[in-house]
């Protein structure tokens, strides 16, 4: 299912699921991301995706674990943002969700859309919650948890991270 929207800069974009066919442009995505975005959404440095690390990326369930790109209308195939979520095992009222997004489109409502798209797509499949874990110093995505729940949970571990929880059913 893809779907159109438009941004608050007029940019048209394309949301649709990620499939197979995406692990090169996602390998090159990476490589178009600053450094900070990259140390924002991998909490560390990172050059590369692994094969391995690709296949879990991309050859997702649909249910457990979603993911959802985007891509620019006028650009088709080059992907600008990803969000997905994976069910924790040991929790499975709770995923963790992960958002990313080009730097380019980054404070242009793309990262709540996704956001949006993605608890969305947990509630309807009997998640709860969301909980991520994120630099105590990124208040972009902390706002952008936020904007999902009346409920949300900070715990800082005390060395520069937080779990940051939200109650999708709120």
């Known amino acids: 299912m893809r779907t159109l929207h438009v941004l608050s800069d007029g940019t048209a974009v394309v949301l649709r699921p990620i499939e197979a066919s995406d692990k090169d442009e996602l390998q090159q995505g990476l490589h178009r991301l600053s450094p ?11 050059t590369h995706f692994t094969k391995a690390e690709l296949r879990y990326l991309t050859e997702v369930d649909g249910h457990d674990h979603v993911a959802i790109v985007v891509e620019r209308k006028r650009q088709p195939g080059t992907i600008v943002g990803v969000g997905r979520y994976v069910r924790l095992k ?28 993605l608890a969305v797509e947990a509630v309807r499949h009997g998640i709860q919650h969301f909980s991520a874990l994120m630099l105590g110093e990124n208040r972009p995505a902390q706002k952008l948890m936020a904007r999902l729940t009346d409920q949300l949970d900070f715990h800082y571990d005390g060395a520069g991270a937080a779990d940051v929880t939200t109650d999708l059913v709120a």
């Open 36 to 46: 900070e975005t990259v140390q924002r959404r991998f909490l560390a440095p990172k």
């Open 90 to 117: 040991e929790d499975p009222d709770v995923a963790e969700p992960a958002i990313v997004v080009a730097d380019f489109l980054q404070g242009k409502g793309l990262g709540t859309l996704l956001a949006e798209a």
